[in-house]
């Protein structure tokens, strides 16, 4: 059984559950437009000549792009309560290529119950074609069950 | 400025800026945002987090000066209050970290993000590995 898409209560959450994953492609077009928005041009990500010419051999896309495929996940998993609760605490271990898919995956680790509460902790990671880490850490909620999630 | 002259404990010039619809439409665009919670962008809908961390960081780092090789190491990130199109932000950022090992030098920096009422919305800590030819161990 997965969480999200709100398939499962949340009040029946239990250590050791999946979070729904995501697959995305950072594609040129997705970086460049992310480079647009963030102001962030740094050529590594940009210039497809000069990244050749790096240890990555191509361009890599920003780590605040991948990093907001984890949060998607969790606001997936968990609902609008992550936007007032939700954290994260991430290492980049290795770059998101451009054109390549990025698998995000997510488990439950620790719940905690509290005064109509639950804190959840749960492993987060994104992991290129070959399983290999592009980010590993965790990320956190606290959800109000007596509250209306929407 | 350069980033390898900040010290520990130095904070970078206050900045803020605007969560303007067409960068919210940019970012929902650019990573394929499919959650349901975000399918207008318009003044006041409720926009990405991770898009206001991204250019909080993009207006206080803007007069900082990255070596090349500059590696993004680690990020945390902590929600404090839901953030809207159309608002504007507060920024304030510290060095929190300052090591150098070798070659390198290890700086974490410190985000705070405040919303107009003065309302902390977000804060973050971004760690980054710098190149630093010649420095002694410490």
Known sequence: ?150 | MRISELKLGDTIPASSFTLKPDKIKDYLEAVEESSGYFTQWSQGEIAPPIACASLAMASLFKNIEFPEGAVHLSQEITLHKPVKVGQTFFCHASVIRNQVRRDLRIMTMQLEISDEGGEEVLESKTGFILSEPGSKVS
């Open chain 1, 1 to 150: 059984m997965t969480l999200g898409e709100r398939q499962i209560p949340l009040e029946q959450i239990v250590p050791d559950m999946s979070l729904s994953s995501l697959v995305r492609i950072p594609t040129q077009e997705r970086i460049d437009l992310y480079a647009r928005m963030s102001g962030d041009y740094n050529p590594i990500h940009v210039d497809a000549n000069y990244a050749r010419e790096t240890p990555f051999g191509g361009t890599i896309a920003h780590g605040m792009l991948v990093l907001s495929y984890i949060s998607e996940m969790m606001l997936s998993a968990f609902g609008s309560q992550w936007f007032s609760t939700g954290w994260f605490s991430i290492r980049f271990k290795s770059p998101a290529q451009s054109g390549k898919r990025v698998k995000v995956e997510g488990r439950v680790r620790s719940v905690e119950r509290m005064n109509g509460q639950l804190k959840v902790v749960c492993n987060v990671a994104c992991r290129d074609e070959a399983g290999d880490s592009i980010i590993v850490g965790e990320a956190g909620v606290t959800v109000d069950l007596t509250a209306t999630n929407n």
